[in-house]
C-alpha cells in the first residue's frame, strides 16, 4: 500500500511539472512571438530591381484613323530607328518614329501574303511573300529594284521559291533566303541577284531544317535561322555549315540582331507537337529571349497572352516579328492581335 502511495506522489510530481513546463513554454513562445512581430513590424526590405524589365507604351503609335491594320507579320528597325511595320491592310508598309508619329506609308505595293520586311546596310527594304513566291528588294522611297523567284509560281530551282518566309542580307550584298514553308532550304544569291547555291532539307538532323521561318546575320557573318517545326535555332556559316543547334530553350518564331551582336527571339516557351498542322499553334504564353552568338542566354521576358481575337492592349496573342530600336525598346509584330506594340526597356537598378 505504501509502495503504491509513493508511485501515485511521484506521478504527480511528474503530472505537476510537465503541466508548469508546459505554462512556462508557452509563455516563453508567446513571449518570443510578440517579439518576432514586433520585429518584423520595423523591417523594411529595399526593394532593388536587379531584372531588366519592359513596360507596354499606350500612346504608341498615334496611328491616323484611315490607317487599318490586320495581321502584323513583320517589324523592322533601320539605323535612325525608325520602325518598319510589314502589315496585311490597306497600306502594306508604315513607317513610325520612335515616339509614335506616321512618317510614311506604302499604298501602291504589289503584295499578296507579305510575310517579313529586312532593311540592308545601304537603306533598301526587303520584302519576302509567301503568297506570290518572292522576295523583293525596294529603294527607301517604295522603287523596284530587284525581284527574286517568279512571282506566281512555286517551285524548287533557282528560279522559284514556294512560300519564302525571310531574307538575311550582308554588308557586301549577298542575299540568302529562308525558302521556308515547304521547301525547308536556304538559298544564296550574290549582290546582283545571281544564284550562288542552296543547302536543307526537311528533318531535325543537324545540318537539316524543318520551316526555316526567320533568318538574320551577325556582324561576322554567321547566320541564325529560326527553324519553327523544330522548336530550335540553328547557326550557319555562310557555306551552309551547321555551326550550332539551339534546342529547348523556346518556340522561336522570328529572329533579329543589333549591331552589338545581341540576338533577339521571339515566340513561345517550349512545346511539343499537337494536333495542329504547325507546332506552337496556338501558342500557350508569349515570350522573347536575348541571347550571345555562343548561345548564352542572357535575358527573358515574358508577356500577357492575348486571345486569337479580342486581346487587349499589351498582349501578345501570336507575335511574328521583332525590332530593337538604339535604346534596346522592343517593338512585336502580332499576327491574331493584328497590330504593332512597343515596348520601353526599364533598366535595372544601379
Not at 551547321?242 to 518556340?251: G, K, Q, R
Not at 535604346?327 to 497590330?339: A, E, K, S, W
Request: with cysteine.
Amino acid at each position: 500500500m505504501k509502495t503504491r502511495r509513493s508511485l501515485l506522489t511521484a506521478v504527480g510530481y511528474l503530472a505537476v511539472g510537465f503541466l508548469t513546463s508546459c505554462l512556462f513554454v508557452i509563455a516563453g513562445g508567446c513571449a518570443s512571438s510578440g517579439q518576432a512581430s514586433a520585429a518584423q513590424e520595423v523591417v523594411t526590405y529595399p526593394k532593388i530591381n536587379l531584372t531588366v524589365g519592359y513596360e507596354f507604351d499606350r500612346d504608341w503609335p498615334q496611328k491616323p484613323a484611315n490607317v487599318r491594320w490586320e495581321a502584323v507579320t513583320g517589324v523592322s528597325v533601320d539605323a535612325q530607328d525608325r520602325i518598319w511595320a510589314l502589315v496585311h491592310g490597306n497600306m502594306p508598309i508604315q513607317v513610325y518614329s520612335t515616339d509614335g508619329k506616321l512618317l510614311d506609308a506604302w499604298e501602291k505595293v504589289d503584295a499578296e501574303i507579305p510575310h517579313q520586311i529586312r532593311i540592308d546596310h545601304d537603306g533598301n527594304i526587303w520584302l519576302s511573300d509567301t503568297g506570290l513566291h518572292v522576295v523583293r528588294k525596294f529603294s527607301p522611297k517604295g522603287e523596284l529594284l530587284l525581284t527574286l523567284g517568279t512571282p506566281g509560281e512555286a517551285g524548287e530551282d533557282d528560279k522559284h521559291f514556294n512560300k519564302p518566309t525571310d531574307m538575311a542580307i550582308s554588308p557586301t550584298g549577298e542575299i540568302f533566303v529562308s525558302d521556308g514553308y515547304i521547301n525547308n532550304r536556304i538559298v544564296h544569291f550574290d549582290a546582283q541577284g545571281r544564284f550562288v547555291k542552296t543547302w536543307g532539307k526537311q528533318g531535325s538532323q543537324v545540318g537539316e531544317l524543318y520551316l526555316p521561318h526567320s533568318i538574320a546575320m551577325d556582324s561576322k557573318g554567321r547566320l541564325y535561322v529560326v527553324e519553327r517545326n523544330n522548336g530550335r535555332i540553328q547557326v550557319f556559316d555562310q557555306a551552309g555549315r551547321s555551326l550550332a543547334v539551339w534546342v529547348n530553350l523556346m518556340m522561336p518564331w522570328s529572329v533579329c540582331i543589333t549591331p552589338q551582336d545581341e540576338i533577339y527571339v521571339c515566340g513561345s516557351s517550349p512545346m511539343r507537337w499537337g494536333e495542329g498542322e504547325y507546332l506552337g499553334v496556338f501558342p500557350k504564353d508569349q515570350m522573347v529571349m536575348k541571347l550571345n552568338p555562343e548561345g548564352r542566354v542572357l535575358e527573358v521576358w515574358t508577356f500577357p497572352l492575348g486571345q486569337e481575337s479580342g486581346s487587349k492592349p499589351g498582349q501578345l496573342a501570336c507575335v511574328h516579328g521583332i525590332g530593337v530600336d538604339s535604346d534596346r525598346n522592343l517593338y512585336l509584330g502580332d499576327v491574331f492581335g493584328q497590330r504593332v506594340q512597343k515596348f520601353v526597356r526599364l533598366a535595372a537598378d544601379r
